[in-house]
């Protein structure tokens, strides 16, 4: 796109083109914003929108949990123990950690220290790419077993066997001894109807968080190879700012995702 | 920066209109499609929404020839169910949500507060691609058998028909982005790139009603996007949510739906609010009568407009404790509504009025949206709303605040600031025409609606007992005519690009500061910073023959008596 400077008025302004020549010695200030400030405020200030919007977003989710875990609490008593509370563990202290390298990172684009920032977003970028495959193995395993959303609810309790010793989780797995008897079948005749309504909260939820966390990913990728630019200094630092807001906000989500979907009593 | 001006002589700052302007500064089919001018995506937003509401009225034609007799007129009741459900669609996502905040509000955000651009001026052609994207989408859903589900998409008719649920959801979603990106730039805007001096209650009342709107596009649209990947998840691979077979539950949707379409509904006609409380205040010669009560009570309906969605499901077997509160809730609406309307009466009160061509658009919107506005109030009645729920009462509710609301505004906003966005000055006499045949057009389109609802016809029905007849044919004769008036609108338009006198840069002797600039304004907006002026203080404004417009007075910000020197720059 190109803009052609503006052509003084012929008459009145003699001064009006100097702000923009002085305030342009950041190559990265866009040409309608008087300072870097102002660049850096709007910036942050979109970003918390946005935030909000994906709040927005995910709420509809959490108020479906939320309505069917009122209405049909015992789906959820049920169903949940087919979820792997290690491996939730496990992607929790994932995230957490990531959300740390992520900061980290903040903090080493605002002191201007490329190399820290630069290992600081591969850390989190291992960290998300853990997470992602954690997920994968938790996906396949229900996969496998029929444990998918209603309309392919057909779950195999042969198939189950293994992972439900696994658990380790025993408050649960007492309170569900009834089916672990009948669970050589492949139906589990105490299964409260309609307990794939669970599975599809579960996999829409994860799954959008999943796409969130990809997209998480693509932003830090690109964030990644600006500073290998070097882009970012104390002066410059708002993109790296604003993706980590965002990192936070996947993590934060995931913070609610784990105990409403893995720990329910 | 220091003070801008060198105590220039009066005049000189609207004096020459520039030869170079945002509309022939580049040339080129990239120097528009790659633009990131905020005033160059707002006229292709406008040419978009306009092209929108041409497709969405065609439908409509078609919908009231159909009407014409009972039975088949000119098609068969899928076409007619296909035809009434695109008409919606179209109209709503494609044309009244981006209408006036899109179009207009891209153009004069930014040069109402003196900015270069909005905050994010990638982001507003984002923006653009996103909602030409998801008209593609929704014009796809056309071709591919159509969609047949009414553009609320109701399960569970929407998960079981076998028209293109999942293309139109696709698109809707995506139109949805488009309304979150420009509401998210406007805050933002707002917020960080104001002049010093411009203070939130120094705003045009115009940025009220679009702050507002952005609140609620920022706010509720998400809630509608996630519903959609819901609908076409359920569509798709039977989540069950939706769906009483598998346990879930159809009226959760609706749940979802309103949450954001009741807001929408706000999203619709905020923005056209504030079109009329500029016109008002302009062409009555007065300042606006009550500021901060107009101000506020954007914000309040932006408020209360996300509390009050049940009222839709009033029949749908929600509870009658919650039928209750929104019911209640409902009424509360119309406080800041009607708070809107007497202070526009007020401020016409004793003031010099001019029909001009904007006024006269301004006058309907008052007249038509007060019916709509009242009729609404019998829909929120509990007991009513039993009887007149899903009939064309409703329908004729929704179109006097839809379209005699909103649609009359965006007309009128869009003569109050056509000289602004293209230059040229348009025929007054033809405008007012256009605008006479808009309102007895709508008038005899919509008024039988509401008899024939109140008499029991259904809304969306393809067949009707023949007592209705008569008032069917009086709305399909009125629609012919409001298509015909529209048409010498657009023709009076059209003349204007072509043969349209130059416009002054202030030809309406307002105050805020898109009239300080020339027209059409350059590239950034302004060559000198704009002079500080309460945006309704039309004494500020002098008719001067030279300029065959209005000019500055004086400048307000170094004579004005009470100005403080300490904050003599103007902008930092």
């Not at chain 2, 920066?1 to 080129?28: K, Q, T």
Request: proline share 6%.
């Amino acid at each position: 796109m190109t803009h052609t400077p503006v052509h003084p008025a012929p008459a009145a302004q003699p001064d009006q083109h100097g702000h923009a020549e002085e305030h342009h010695h950041s190559p990265f200030l866009a040409h309608h914003f008087e300072s870097s400030e102002q660049q850096f405020d709007s910036g942050k200030l979109g970003m918390w929108l946005f935030l909000v919007t994906e709040i927005m977003f995910f709420s509809g989710l959490f108020c479906a949990y939320a309505v069917y875990r009122s209405s049909h609490p015992e789906i959820f008593i049920y169903a949940h123990k087919f979820l792997d509370t290690n491996l939730g563990a496990i992607n929790t202290v994932v995230l957490l950690v990531s959300s740390l390298t992520m900061a980290l990172a903040v903090r080493a684009a605002q002191m201007s220290q490329r190399k820290a920032l630069i290992i600081n977003l591969i850390l989190t970028l291992i960290c998300a790419g853990g997470f992602l495959g954690i997920k994968y193995v938790e996906y396949s395993h229900k996969w496998h077993a029929g444990l998918l959303w209603a309309g392919q609810f057909h779950p195999d309790f042969s198939h189950l066997e293994g992972a439900h010793q696994e658990h380790g989780e025993p408050a649960s797995a007492e309170s569900s001894h009834g089916h672990t008897e009948s669970s050589h079948d492949t139906t589990d005749p105490s299964a409260p109807r309609n307990a794939g309504i669970f599975f599809s909260i579960y996999f829409c939820l994860t799954g959008l968080h999943g796409i969130h966390i990809l997209a998480g990913m693509g932003a830090i990728i690109w964030i990644l190879v600006r500073s290998i630019r070097g882009d970012f200094s104390a002066d410059y630092y708002g993109p790296v700012d604003f993706v980590g807001l965002y990192w936070h906000l996947v993590d934060l989500v995931w913070i609610y995702l784990f105990p409403l979907l893995y720990l329910i009593h | 920066m220091s003070v801008a001006y060198d105590e220039p002589e009066v005049g000189e700052l609207l004096a020459p209109v520039p030869s170079e302007n945002y509309l022939n500064c580049s040339h080129g089919f990239w120097s528009w499609a790659a633009t990131v001018d905020h005033k160059r995506i707002s006229i292709m937003y406008l040419v978009s929404v306009l092209s929108a509401f041409l497709l969405g009225g065609i439908l409509a034609l078609m919908i009231r020839m159909e009407l014409w007799t009972p039975g088949r007129t000119i098609m068969d009741h899928d076409t007619y169910n296909h035809t009434f459900t695109l008409h919606g669609a179209v109209m709503t996502f494609l044309f009244i949500i981006p209408s006036i905040p899109a179009a207009l509000g891209n153009f004069l955000l930014p040069v109402m507060i003196g900015a270069k651009d909005v905050a994010f001026p990638r982001m507003n052609l984002g923006s653009y691609y996103l909602w030409l994207g998801g008209a593609l989408f929704l014009l796809a859903a056309i071709v591919l058998g159509g969609l047949d589900t009414g553009w609320t998409f109701y399960t569970p008719y929407s998960t079981t028909t076998n028209s293109s649920v999942i293309t139109a959801s696709m698109g809707v979603f995506i139109l949805g982005f488009s309304s979150i990106f420009t509401g998210l730039n406007f805050i933002v805007t707002m917020h960080t790139m104001r002049p010093p001096w411009m203070t939130w209650f120094k705003l045009p009342l115009f940025l009220w009603a679009i702050y507002a709107t952005s609140i609620i596009q920022v706010l509720a649209t998400p809630v509608l996007g996630i519903t959609l990947m819901l609908l076409i998840a359920e569509r798709a691979l039977g989540i069950g949510i939706f769906d009483p077979k598998l346990g879930g539950d159809p009226v959760l949707f609706q749940h979802f739906f309103w949450f954001y379409s009741h807001p929408a509904v706000y999203i619709m006609i905020l923005p056209a609010m504030g079109v009329i409380s500029e016109l008002i205040a302009v062409f009555s010669r007065k300042p606006i009568f009550g500021y901060r009560f107009i101000a506020y009570s954007s914000l309040a309906i932006a408020l209360l407009g996300f509390l009050v969605w049940g009222h839709h499901m009033f029949t749908s077997g929600q509870s009658r404790i919650s039928a209750i509160v929104f019911s209640a809730l409902t009424f509360t609406v119309s406080i800041p509504s009607a708070i809107k309307v007497f202070n526009w009466l007020a401020t016409m009160y004793r003031g010099s009025i001019l029909l001009v061509t904007p006024m006269c658009y301004a006058l309907s919107f008052i007249f038509l949206f007060t019916i709509g506005g009242l009729t609404g109030l019998f829909l929120g009645a509990l007991a009513v709303d039993v009887h007149l729920h899903d009939t064309y009462f409703v329908v004729a509710h929704f179109h006097y605040v839809m379209m005699g609301g909103t649609l009359v505004a965006f007309l009128g906003g869009l003569f109050y600031w056509w000289p602004k966005m293209t230059g040229r000055m348009y025929s007054e006499t033809w405008g007012r025409i256009g605008c006479l045949g808009v309102f007895v057009a709508f008038n005899l389109t919509f008024f039988p609606q509401f008899i024939m609802g109140s008499r029991g016809m259904p809304r969306r029905y393809y067949n009707y007992p023949p007592q209705f007849q008569f008032y069917h044919q009086m709305s399909t004769v009125g629609s012919f005519l409001l298509g015909l008036s529209l048409c010498v609108v657009a023709g009076v338009l059209i003349h204007s690009l072509l043969r349209g006198r130059k416009a002054p840069a202030n030809p309406w002797g307002a105050a805020t500061l898109e009239w300080q600039t020339s027209s059409p304004p350059p590239l950034y907006n302004f060559d000198t910073d704009p002079v500080e002026v309460d945006p309704y203080d039309l004494e500020s404004q002098v008719f001067d023959p030279l300029l065959g417009g209005y000019r500055l007075r004086e400048f307000p910000a170094r004579n004005h008596p009470d100005h403080d020197l300490a904050s003599e720059p103007a902008r930092v």
